[in-house]
């Protein structure tokens, strides 16, 4: 089965352009510039929430696209973009914006479990097997 694309060669570059510049736009209007994201706190919930739904939206967008154009550059160049500002913002959204270093997410660390020794009582000598 054959997929053939309904946009001529010059459709389909404009097409993926238009694509490139929605994708880019949600992002923008989600989550603001990658340099306000860098200055916010590490790991912030909600700059991760905006992320996750940008990414779904533009998700959406460029499937969608996709499917009523029946054209690949459009899927090929709609996907990247979103690889690209994925990156993009996980990086600013993880960097400390005084040290620049990438931090972990909170929480997500492993702990040792404490060791907690019990003292036990003093046994008299007269206890039976069940301490009565």
């Known amino acids: 089965m054959e997929i053939k694309s309904i946009l001529k060669p010059e459709g ?15 992002y923008q209007l989600e ?7 860098h200055a916010t ?13 940008a990414g779904y939206t533009a998700l959406v ?8 154009t029946r054209d690949g550059n ?12 994925e990156l993009s913002y996980r990086h600013a959204i993880m960097a400390h914006p005084e040290s620049g270093k990438m931090m972990p ?6 702990q040792p479990p404490e060791l907690q020794i019990v003292p036990e009582e ?3 000598g007269t206890d039976d097997y069940y301490g009565r």
């Open 12 to 26: 389909s570059v404009v097409a993926g352009l238009a694509t490139v510049a929605a994708v880019y736009g949600i």
């Open 31 to 37: 989550l603001g510039s990658v340099s306000q994201a």
């Open 41 to 53: 706190k590490p790991n912030h919930g909600a700059n991760e929430t905006s992320r996750k739904k």
């Open 61 to 68: 967008l460029v499937a969608g696209l996709t499917l009523i």
């Open 74 to 85: 459009v899927g090929i160049l709609g996907a990247g973009t979103i690889v690209a500002m």
């Open 105 to 110: 997410p909170g929480g997500t660390e492993y």
């Open 122 to 124: 003093p046994s008299t």
